[in-house]
């Protein structure tokens, strides 16, 4: 089993910044890639960024070039670093972890308010 703890949502105005942690615990070895999905209301859950062990990512479209995911494999911690935000990425956003065997864990999400 893997538990997945985030934190570092909030609310924001357009135009800033924040930054999502997500601890992991547990089977951690067992763990091939994490990433970063997010919810909005009315809407179906999205891919927003994934990394994996050996650091290869991937991005939504819709965040390239603001967003950046990065992992601390000694920390067992995957960060998104979030920067030009937009009030359609208010949303709730949620840590995915994937085994080697493909089984998925899933953090219990953190709330992003983009407002003014």
């Known amino acids: 089993q893997v538990q997945l703890v985030e934190s570092g949502g909030g609310l924001v105005q357009p135009g800033g910044s924040l930054n999502l942690s997500c601890a992991a615990s547990?089977?951690?070895?067992?763990?091939?890639?994490m990433g970063w999905y997010r919810q909005a209301p009315g809407k179906q859950r999205e891919l927003v960024a994934t990394?994996?062990?050996?650091?290869?990512?991937n991005y939504a479209d819709s965040v390239k070039g603001r967003f950046t995911i990065s992992r601390d494999n000694a920390k067992n911690t995957v960060h998104l670093q979030m920067n030009s935000l937009k009030p359609e990425d208010t949303a709730v956003y949620y840590c995915?972890?994937?085994?080697?065997?493909?089984?998925?864990?899933w953090g219990q999400g953190t709330q992003v308010t983009v407002s003014s």
């Open positions: 990394i994996t062990r050996i650091g290869t990512t």
């Open positions: 547990g089977s951690i070895f067992s763990i091939y890639a």
């Open positions: 995915k972890a994937l085994s080697a065997s493909s089984t998925p864990y």
